[in-house]
Structure formats: structure tokens, C-alpha cells
């Protein structure tokens, strides 16, 4: 059973910085995409950032327009973990942030929520300004 277990989430100050990780278990995803969406007060779940092997011999990282230069994605294959150091946040950053996960995911679709697979449970950020 594939579990996605995030951490790292609270209240921070408007220009603070926080650091979500993603634990995956169950299987690895070495080969394929682990990223992050959010979901803030009465919005959809939107694209955030991936990190996706590009099927040769490299990652490739993806952002979302509104957390580029502040956001960053980075992986730990070896714990098979993907982690997202947020700073000079915002409140409207505030959201629950949700890992997920691809076996094998297109360039075309990382944006796309539907075509991950595997989900975690969410982690609250709140940014107060």
C-alpha cells in the first residue's frame, strides 16, 4: 500500500519561510514525478511545484508563476522523500498543501492534478500578515 505522509506545515509570519516534506512509502518514485498542490479557503486545489525525471538522466523541476524565486523543490531519493522550502511567504500562500505522486507522468500533464496518482493526507500552512 502506497502511503504519501507530509510534515512540516504551521503559522508563519508574512516573509517567514517553512519546509514541507513528503514521505513516500510502499513504493519509490525514482523514475517518475513527487510535487505539491494546494488548496486554499473556498478555492480549487492548484499546481504548486514537481519534481519529474525527464526519462534520461536528469530532474526537472516545475513551478507554479506565483511561487517562482521563492518556492524551491528538491528530492531525496535515497529516503524517498520530496521536500519544498517555502520562503518570503505570503498570506495568500495560505492552503493546505497536498503531496502527490506519478509513476510516470508527462512533461504535458505535471500541472494537471489528475494525473497523479497517489495522494497525501495534507499539511496546514497559514502565513499571517
Known amino acids: 500500500q502506497v502511503q504519501l505522509v507530509e510534515s512540516g506545515g504551521g503559522l508563519v509570519q508574512a516573509g517567514g519561510s517553512l519546509r514541507l516534506s513528503c514521505a513516500a512509502s510502499g513504493r519509490t518514485f525514482s523514475s517518475g514525478a513527487m510535487g505539491w498542490f494546494r488548496q486554499g479557503p473556498g478555492k480549487e486545489r492548484e499546481f504548486v511545484a514537481v519534481?519529474?525525471?525527464?526519462?534520461?538522466?536528469?530532474?526537472?523541476?516545475y513551478y507554479a508563476d506565483s511561487v517562482k524565486g521563492r518556492f524551491t523543490i528538491s528530492r531525496d531519493n535515497a529516503k524517498n522523500t520530496v521536500y519544498l522550502q517555502m520562503n518570503s511567504l505570503k498570506p495568500e500562500d495560505t492552503a493546505v498543501y497536498y503531496c502527490?505522486?506519478?509513476?510516470?507522468?508527462?512533461?504535458?500533464?505535471?500541472?494537471?492534478?489528475?494525473?497523479?496518482?497517489?495522494w497525501g493526507q495534507g499539511t496546514q500552512v497559514t502565513v499571517s500578515s
Open positions: 502527490a505522486a506519478s509513476s510516470t507522468i508527462a512533461a504535458a500533464y505535471v500541472t494537471r492534478r489528475e494525473y497523479y496518482d497517489y
Open positions: 519534481h519529474r525525471w525527464d526519462g534520461n538522466q536528469y530532474y526537472v523541476a
